[in-house]
């Protein structure tokens, strides 16, 4: 009777060893499946001595946290995208093995919450999601770099001392810039460019930091810049998922509570002091449209603007990273620079790696469960019963 059943059980078990082979191999091996977007690209140019730039971009994780009253399947769904978002994390880090990492802003769900839930969520993202230690042993490596998101320290109407000094305890500062041969990575807390702003401390400060990234360009004129921030540069609608848009608190200071994009002033200036008008070199990295979105800027001198180019050799590329998040298909950004010596100057490719939405990430791994526990034992028997 117990062979009867168990060669009954037969196809069905191999047949789930076989799906949870297969889908384990995809998963951990499908930066292999997308080879042109997910391996670096080697612009034209030599090396020369300059190091490689190979940085890996995530774009707005928005981890979830949970309450006393959260039912146990939102909290089983918040557990598993941690490992859904660390998964993509570190398939990525092993095969591409980075030089720089950069996640851009919204790395929390919520502005709101208390300081305690800050905490656990911040444990989470450096213990469930993503681990340094995974890159910062790997040949050339540089820094990791976390942008502010509105979801971290809130719009210009909501941007508080208490929610700048939490995040920069635990992910860094929101405003500084690192130098390195022939370029410089600039994190720059754009949410305070725009306003009314609640504090107004915080867009003297930002300005102040980007007329300081513009002296040190007029110091080093050749030296490329990336910009790291979360909400990308004024563009007009229909070039991007998200048009324009600003609200406004109803109060008496009309504090400024949500944008798509910068205003076109504030992207002008902007973009004068950290690329300046003649020569711009270098990349810009933003987040907040989850949809992802390519265009460039240069400037119009008959106008005396910054306008969304055409692909103008002279023009700096903006690159809105495709959110990381499952619904939107687990995306890593990749930025290459490599230094062209005819040039005398970094030249940038970028390219975007899609993973999958979470639910195959989870079938993979109920299907994996079940092979173990049953199927798996279901073959043994079969073959050594």
């Known amino acids: ?42 612009t034209k140019g030599a090396d ?10 995530f774009g707005d994780p928005q981890i979830r946290g949970a309450s006393n009253t959260t039912n146990w399947r939102t909290r089983l769904d918040i557990f598993g995208n941690d490992h859904f978002l660390g998964h993509i994390y570190r398939v990525m880090a092993k095969h591409t093995k980075p030089t720089q990492v950069a996640v851009m802003g919204d790395l929390l769900s919520s502005q709101w919450i208390k300081d305690d839930e800050f905490e656990r969520r911040a444990d989470r993202y450096f213990g469930r999601i993503f681990d340094e230690n995974l890159v910062k042993n790997n040949p050339g490596y540089v820094m990791w770099y976390n942008v502010a998101g509105n979801h971290d320290i809130g719009y210009g109407g909501e941007m508080t001392r208490e929610r700048i000094d939490r995040f920069e305890n635990r992910f860094g500062k929101v405003n500084y810039y690192v130098s390195r041969n022939g370029y410089r990575v600039v ?5 305070a460019l725009d306003g009314p702003v609640y504090e107004q401390q915080f867009q003297n400060d930002c300005w102040m930091f980007v007329d300081m990234v513009r002296q040190a360009r007029e110091q080093e004129p050749h030296v490329s810049t990336i910009l790291l921030t979360h909400v990308p540069l004024y563009k007009p609608a229909g070039i991007c998922t998200d048009g324009p848009m600003f609200k406004y608190y109803d109060n008496s200071y009309k504090w400024l509570r949500s944008q798509n994009h910068l205003s076109e ?18 990349v810009i990295l933003a987040g907040h449209d989850h949809e992802g979105c390519v265009s ?6 008959e106008h005396g603007n910054w306008t969304v ?17 499952g619904e939107f298909g687990g995306n890593t950004g990749l930025l290459s620079g490599r230094w062209n010596e005819t040039e005398g100057k970094y030249n940038f490719a970028y390219s975007l790696c899609p993973f999958v939405v979470q639910h195959l990430w989870w079938a993979t791994k109920v299907v994996t469960i079940i092979a173990t526990i049953v199927a798996l034992p279901v073959a ?3 073959h050594f019963g």
């Open 296 to 301: 460039s800027y240069s400037f119009d001198p």
């Open 48 to 57: 020369s001595g300059h190091e490689k730039i190979n940085l890996l971009a």
């Open 265 to 282: 002033d504030a992207t002008n200036r902007l973009l004068d002091g950290i690329f300046g008008r003649e020569d711009p070199r270098g």
């Open 309 to 325: 180019a055409g692909g103008e050799d002279n023009a700096v590329a903006e690159y809105t990273v495709r959110s990381m998040m």
């Open 1 to 42: 009777m117990i062979a009867l059943q168990l060669h009954l059980l037969r196809w069905p078990a191999y047949l789930t060893l076989a799906a949870a082979l297969l889908l384990n191999l995809y998963i951990y091996n499908y930066p292999f499946q997308h080879r042109e977007e997910c391996m670096w690209r080697d």
């Open 187 to 191: 994190v720059l807390n754009n949410l």
């Open 380 to 382: 043994v028997a079969i």
